[in-house]
């Protein structure tokens, strides 16, 4: 995809790495409807990137909420060419823990419903709308970036639930972009490894120094802007299409 002027949806878009893909897609002249929970945050950035965003509250996971953020997109002056899917939630513990007890099955099915079921919600709905749209050079009608992890490949202790909904992503990217060959829409994954989101932030200094560390190279956290670059890099690159990009300075977790 050559041009940027067009409309794309960022699930996740009002903080993290889906907040600095909202900005580098507006900043290249998209205009972007940020799809998220946090009411704050999400109005708060369509304020202040102006007539480039508007902010629909969403949860991924719901049909209906997102056919209407798809529905927000499709009504902007420009063809909806571009989806990213940033949304994504956190759990850890293990499969058996003390005293012998077995991990809850909510939170599994809650991980797995928000990563994996919500990615493919917006990535289904958002495709549809793209099929209808006219096909530019080479027959692309638009993209469709998703978020996956390393943990997909190197689950450590704890990451089960995490590491299963996101290696159904990494698992759908092919057959979604074999799928949508025929619409012409590319489906890629990227695969960060240790970024320096607001989870991290958290963690005492010390202790993300130690992260760091352990990154082969580039010896630093990975920032949200790498991936923001990276996805942005996929949209333009019309020949990617069907896979997943390991984005972490050639790290490989150990088991803990």
């Known amino acids: 995809m050559q041009s940027f002027?067009?409309?794309?949806?960022?699930?996740g878009g009002a903080s993290g790495l889906g907040e600095a893909t909202t900005r580098a897609l507006a900043a290249r002249g998209a205009a972007v409807t940020i799809v998220d929970l946090n009411e704050e945050r999400g109005n708060a950035l369509a304020a202040e990137l102006g007539g480039h965003a508007t902010f629909v509250r969403t949860d991924v996971t719901d049909e209906s909420q997102v056919a209407a953020a798809v529905a927000d997109a499709t009504g902007k002056d420009r063809p909806l060419?571009?989806?990213v899917n940033c949304a994504g939630i956190g759990w850890a513990q293990r499969t058996v823990g003390k005293g012998n007890t077995a991990h809850d099955l909510d939170p599994f099915l809650r991980t797995v419903m928000v990563?994996?079921?919500?990615?493919?919600?917006?990535?289904?709905?958002?495709a549809a709308a793209m099929a209808a749209t006219e096909p530019e050079e080479d027959g692309e009608r638009g993209v469709v970036v998703n978020t996956a992890s390393i943990a997909a490949f190197d689950g450590q202790i704890g990451q089960v639930a995490y590491a299963a909904s996101k290696g159904g992503i990494v698992g759908l990217t092919l057959p979604a972009a074999r799928d949508l060959s025929s619409v012409g829409v590319r489906v890629c994954t990227i695969a960060p490894g240790l970024v320096d989101t607001p989870l991290l932030g958290s963690l005492p200094e010390e202790a993300r120094a130690a992260l760091a560390g352990g990154i082969p190279f580039p010896k630093r956290l990975g920032r949200p802007d790498d991936f923001a670059r990276l996805a942005l890099a996929i949209v333009e690159h019309g020949y990617l299409n069907g896979e997943t990009i390991r984005m972490d300075g050639a790290l490989r977790m150990a088991p803990r």
């Open 5 to 11: 002027d067009v409309a794309a949806v960022v699930s």
């Open 115 to 126: 990563n994996l079921v919500g990615t493919f919600n917006v990535l289904r709905l958002a």
């Open 81 to 83: 060419r571009i989806a």
